[in-house]
């Protein structure tokens, strides 16, 4: 049986061995966010010239049979050239050699994507506008309207700073936008600082209803120190953080806590779980952590955070991904074959669905719990999505439930989820996840999408399919009206 590329399997058969894309040395710095000087007054997150009131739209010009019917002609031409690319091995790996190489920090003029306006406005026009939300403010408005315009409940906009440990070297890389040691106030850490800065400036572009996705190493190498080494966060983290979180609950804005190298995770678990103390008490989840089903310890994982969130009365805000880090997590914590992970992805959504997980649900109550499954995966999304149907029709308890998929991938299935409704019931919340930012900064973002999404990158035969049946779909109903 032929293998899928990369390190994701066909069903029956073990992991391969991961396939490096290129080096490892995604972004190019940028400028540093300014941190603050001395007796400079607290920055504070201004409301948006224009208020962000994103209402999500009916699903437009929707031909039945037909998803991507509601795609604008243009959006679906760069859909086709890109789904060409990525359906392609013998286009998809030069092209990724290709982004790799112009990511790299250091190089001159010639190959900045920022400074050169010809490589800008070819990379523009493709790839950046189909992954990314935009590269000012209000470009990236006008982006969320149109998602929003398509009949997505909102979106799940990122920040697109952190820091990857690599097992296998031992060391930990900084992706994304950096600040100089040094900028700033005495006892201000700057990166911190800058984190802070960035992601209220992202939070400032999304409004009530969509999420803000936070990584927490992006906060630089104080805060991945401690951990690192399982040690409180710094005072200035926590403030930080604790200022992000009630902004955003006081706009309705929903915040992520993405999962990170398993070197930090169970850290980023516990600064989570006390978020989520302070801010899930409601009756619903303002704060979601991200659970990888690849990682053989997160149905205990799981398991354990439904007991803190039933013993201490809060939300327990479920974001369920099959997993980013493979490339540079410990091997030995993985699922030994995709079919495992597929096994673990469905059993906890379904679990969750059915407000059963383990012993909870059964011998002991199952808490409070909002699910948002992200995934590429048709077949994982609507089983539970039916299952969740069937139980609300039939009467019988189960959990608030949305769907994810990246910014231009897998629209087949956003879209097909948008169609999907039952007798009695409105369609699914789907939303789409985007980053904003400079062309730089967003390569870097699009490679590591692309490394964590290899098993949809590369097997997009269908996602192709869909876009070329509805391009011909549409240059029949052309000949059809001529005639």
């Not at 939300?133 to 009949?151: I, N, W």
Request: aromatic content about 8%; hydrophobic content about 35%; some cysteine.
């Amino acid at each position: 049986m032929k293998l899928a590329l990369g390190p994701f399997a066909t069903a029956k058969t073990p992991w391969p061995a991961p396939t490096l894309i290129a080096s490892r040395r995604y972004g190019k710095p940028t400028a540093p966010r300014q941190a603050l000087a001395p007796g400079s007054p607290q920055p504070t997150l201004q409301p948006p010239a224009v208020p962000l009131d994103h209402k999500s739209s009916p699903l437009r010009n929707s031909v039945a049979g037909y998803p991507l019917s509601v795609l604008s002609t243009g959006n679906l031409l760069r859909s086709l050239l890109v789904t060409t690319i990525s359906s392609h091995r013998l286009l998809l790996i030069p092209s990724l050699y290709a982004l790799s190489f112009l990511a790299r920090p250091g190089r001159g003029l010639l190959f900045d994507v920022d400074r050169n306006p010809v490589l800008h406005a070819i990379l523009r026009r493709t790839f950046y506008d189909q992954f990314c939300a935009g590269e000012t403010a209000e470009q990236t408005k006008a982006c969320v309207d149109g998602l929003k315009s398509l009949g997505f409940k909102g979106v799940i906009l990122t920040y697109a700073k952190e820091t990857v440990f690599d097992h296998i070297t031992q060391s930990a890389q900084e992706h994304g936008r950096v600040s100089r040691a040094g900028d700033g106030a005495p006892g201000v850490d700057p990166e911190i600082e800058s984190w802070r800065r960035g992601t209220l400036e992202t939070a400032a572009q999304v409004g009530e209803g969509d999420f803000l996705a936070i990584k927490l190493t992006g906060a630089g190498r104080e805060v991945t120190t401690s951990f690192a080494n399982n040690a409180p966060l710094p005072e200035q983290m926590h403030s930080a953080l604790t200022e992000i979180a009630t902004t955003c609950k006081a706009r309705g804005i929903k915040i992520i806590v993405d999962a990170e190298s398993q070197h930090f995770q169970r850290a980023i678990d516990l600064a989570t779980l006390d978020l989520m103390r302070t801010f899930n008490r409601d009756g619903y989840a303002a704060v979601y952590n991200t659970y990888q089903a690849y990682l053989k310890s997160t149905a205990a994982n799981i398991e354990n955070h439904l007991e803190e969130a039933g013993r201490e009365g809060f939300t327990l805000g479920l974001k369920l991904v099959r997993g980013a880090y493979i490339l540079s997590d410990n091997r030995s914590r993985i699922h030994d074959t995709k079919q495992d992970t597929d096994d673990a992805y469905n059993t906890i959504a379904q679990g969750a669905v059915k407000r059963h997980i383990g012993d909870f649900g059964g011998a002991r109550p199952f808490p409070s719990v909002d699910l948002l499954l992200a995934s590429h995966n048709k077949e994982s999304l609507f089983a539970a999505l039916k299952l969740h149907q069937q139980r609300t029709r039939e009467g019988k308890p189960t959990v608030p439930i949305a769907f994810g998929q990246l910014h231009g991938m897998s629209d087949q299935v956003s879209f097909s989820l948008l169609q999907e409704k039952s007798e009695g019931l409105s369609g699914p919340d789907v939303y789409k996840c985007s980053t904003w930012g400079s062309m730089g900064e967003c390569l870097a973002y699009l490679l590591r999408r692309a490394v964590e999404n290899r098993d949809a990158v590369l097997r997009t035969s269908d996602e192709h399919l869909a876009v070329k049946r509805e391009c011909w779909r549409r240059f029949k109903s052309v000949f059809a009206v001529a005639n």
